[in-house]
Each structure stands twice: as C-alpha cells, then as structure tokens.
C-alpha cells in the first residue's frame, strides 16, 4: 500500500473513532502496528502546528501560563524516569485500561449496553486525563479556567490518539506511544532546539556579559548562583546551571516576573556595574521575560 494512502487511512480511522468510538480491537500485524503508531505521532505534530500552537499563543495574549514543576530542575535521568517510564504507566492504566470490554465487566454489564456507554467513557477518559494537567500550571484567575480547554488542548487530543491505540491495538502500545511523546518533547526536542542554538555575548565598555543555555543536569553537575549587588547596581553575576526564574525571583522578586526560559550559565561583570533595570532590558532583548 502507497504510504500517503495509508497515512491517509489512518487518519481516517482515528477520526472515526473521535466521532463515534466504538471498542473494536483490529488485528495486524507487528510491522503495521509499529507504523500505525509512527503515523499516529505524525498526525498528533501536525495537529499541534495547525491547532495548538496557534491556540497556545492565543492563551498567551490573555494571561501568562507559567508551569508549576519546571522539568529543568530535575536531572536528565530523574527526567527520564518521571516522563518515560512513571507517568506514562501510571496515566495508562489510570485514565484507559477500563476501555475495553473483558471478563470482569462481562460479570457487571452487558455487552450490548457497554457499547452504549463506550463513546462517553472514551469522551469522559479523555477530558479527565487533559483537566488533570491543569495541575502542571500555577495560576487561579478566572481568565486562567476560562481558557482551560485550550491550555490542555495538547493534553485533550493526546488522549484520544490514546484512547484509539488502546482500544485499537492494546494498552502497551499506547503506553509506548505516550512513553515516546514525552520522551520526544521532554527530552529529545528541548535538547536539539539548544544545541544549536548559539550562546548570548556582549562586550561593550560598560560590561561583559555571556549567557548560555543548558537542557538538563547532568550527572554531577551543581546549580549555583553568586552576584555582587550594591546601591541596586549590579557589577558582578555567575550562575551555574542555574533556573532562569529563580534568577528573576532572586534579582526582581518572587512572582513579578514569569518566563518558560531553563537552565543557564551565566557571566556578567562591571566594572562600574549597572542597574537591574537595565539588566533587565538587556535579558529581555534575547530572552522571554513576562511582568505578572
């Protein structure tokens, strides 16, 4: 079979069961299930440029959407075991291993009236398994519930790409699937975007200053901060691995100011030193910093 045909009735297939699903498992082979899945994860990013990107930037000129565990404190293997190997498992067999008809419910319910209430299980899973995620955020304005759903909209169309691998394949292969998503997204992606992405310098006859970006902790590394500050003039700065907003917190005060920026290496110095005001425009210049 055309490969484009076979993305094309795959897309077909998932968007029939989002309609109207129905619990019926198909029987294919190894090779066609791994492919399924690879085309599942193609259709989830495309989904991502055409709806949530666009709907995340859309939350983002309404409210500021700051994360409650920022992921760059943990070490890359602590990451690892959080992100690909625990929350998949957990939230597998938590929000979809019910979602298919077998000998337990067979003593409970009925076929023909399990099949009735299928779709509204699968709906029900899938939005419990998105509004669950609102807990990865730190925010309680009204604007913040209001724009809920599009804040998890990642979330609400991962659980229906797993919802239909579950029930069409088995509960392993979607918990591969998701262990790949956040392996993907967690690791893979932010490690790629800051290995080429260059650091920050600036030499001028006031200071000198030199910003680096980091993905993770590594084994061994130590997150450390030093700063010379006097008469709110800054004239020295080094930070090690260090989170970019505990930074802000330190120098501008906790909750003030908000940004998505991780880990960083940084080395300031001035002889004559500088404001934190001007400091701090010459972050923003390259980096997204949000006033609260």
Partial sequence: MNYFLRLKNDTAGLWHFIKKPNDVQIHISSKNRFLLIFNLLLIEILLHFIFV???NYLVENFITVQEAYPLSTLTLLNLFLLAVVTAPLLEELLFRYSLRYHQLFS???SREKWN????????????AFGFVHLDNYVNDSWKFYALSPLIIISQLSGGFILSYIRVRLN???SLLYHAVWNLLFAIVVPFVILFFTP???????????????????????????????????IYSLKA?????????DYMYG????????????????????????EFLDLLKKNYEIKEK
């Fill in 240 to 248: 090690d691995r260090y989170d970019f907003q505990y930074l802000l």
């Fill in 107 to 109: 003593r409970l319910i």
């Fill in 171 to 173: 509960i392993l292969y």
């Fill in 53 to 55: 990107f666009p709907c």
């Fill in 254 to 277: 906790k909750g003030k100011l908000t940004t998505d920026e991780g880990l960083m290496n940084i080395r300031f110095i001035s002889e004559r030193g500088i404001s934190k005001e």
């Fill in 199 to 233: 650091p920050f310098m600036a030499h001028t006859s006031r200071y000198n200053i030199t910003i680096e970006q980091k993905a993770f902790l590594l084994p061994g590394d130590t997150a450390s901060f030093e700063a010379n500050i006097q008469d709110d003039k």
């Fill in 116 to 127: 009735r209430i299928f779709p509204y299980l699968v709906y029900f899973s899938a939005v």
